[in-house]
């Protein structure tokens, strides 16, 4: 099987009707987790950990995506209205989103979130999805040597960019 017949295959399984709603709960609990300051998208797969033990692996997968998606446009909602972004990623809403507050347009600036966090979303998975099998075959020739110079070029990067003395 190639591999966008798996991605079917995994596709059909995920968007049976049980599922779904099982989906529309987690998104729902991952909006609430991410609306809430201090409560990522991984505090509330978290805490939604404990739910997924009584179901079957394809549907608790299918949860905690749904989580993450919706905590992803949830972070977004506290920094848009009350200029405090509910998730580390929702940082960026408080520039636009909340003069958009100020002027009354809070709802514009809310579903722009919405629609543009949705369309990312996708474009990201399609890239994951053409990307995960070269890479995936990139990783399996690393061996320990270039792991090491990778997290030394990574540190060294991070100490280049952190401000004027590198040795800070």
Request: hydrophobic share 60%; with cysteine; glycine share 16%.
């Amino acid at each position: 099987m190639s591999v966008l017949e798996h991605l079917g295959v995994g596709f059909a399984a995920a968007l049976t009707g049980p599922r779904i709603l099982i989906m529309i709960a987690g998104v729902a609990w991952g909006v609430i987790g991410g609306a809430i300051p201090g409560i990522s998208g991984a505090v509330a797969m978290a805490l939604a950990l404990p739910f997924t033990f009584a179901l079957d692996a394809p549907t608790a997968l299918v949860m905690l995506a749904g989580v993450w998606a919706g905590a992803n446009y949830g972070g977004s909602i506290p920094a848009i209205l009350m200029r405090m972004p509910g998730t580390p990623g929702a940082a960026a809403c408080l520039l636009d989103g909340y003069e958009l507050t100020r002027q009354g347009r809070a709802a514009k600036a809310l579903g722009v979130s919405l629609i543009c966090g949705t369309i990312g979303g996708l474009i990201s998975i399609l890239v994951l999805i053409a990307l995960v099998v070269p890479l995936g075959d990139v990783v399996l020739l690393f061996g320990s040597p270039e792991v090491c110079a990778l997290a030394v070029f990574g540190l060294t990067l991070i100490a280049g960019l952190s401000g004027p003395s590198v040795l800070k």
